[in-house]
Nanobody
Framework: QVQLVESGGALVQAGGSLRLSCTTARSIFSINAMGWYRRAPGKQRGFVASITPGGITNYAGSLKGRFTISRDNANNTVYLQMNSLKPEDTAVYYC????????WGQGTQVTVSS
């Protein structure tokens, strides 16, 4: 069973930054676009950003400019750099392929205090 392992979530003040990381099996990572998704309290999980194996990125419109997705193909890791964080960014953040093809991992909690 392929696993997704997210990390890097934390409690941070508004205006702060965090970098999330996600690793998975090379067999999955090397051939798939990878994405970040989030589920805010009381809301459905939604798309945040994605990146193809060649580095083409896509963002949810409201997040472009504050969030940056990147990937390290040598280490099967995808990152999400989050800057200028706002309380409304509070959510559990998940990674998966894009489109999603793997069972979801546990995610990593990001809490932004005002």
């Amino acid at each position: 069973q392929v696993q997704l392992v997210e990390s890097g979530g934390a409690l941070v003040q508004a205006g702060g930054s965090l970098r999330l990381s996600c690793t998975t099996a090379r067999s999955i990572f090397s051939i798939n676009a990878m994405g970040w998704y989030r589920r805010a309290p009381g809301k459905q999980r939604g798309f945040v950003a994605s990146i193809t194996p060649g580095g083409i990125t896509n963002y949810a419109g409201s997040l472009k400019g504050r969030f940056t997705i990147s990937r390290d193909n040598a280490n099967n890791t995808v990152y999400l750099q989050m800057n200028s964080l706002k309380p409304e960014d509070t959510a559990v953040y998940y990674c998966n392929t894009n489109p999603t093809t793997i069972d979801w991992g546990q995610g990593t909690q990001v809490t932004v205090s005002s």
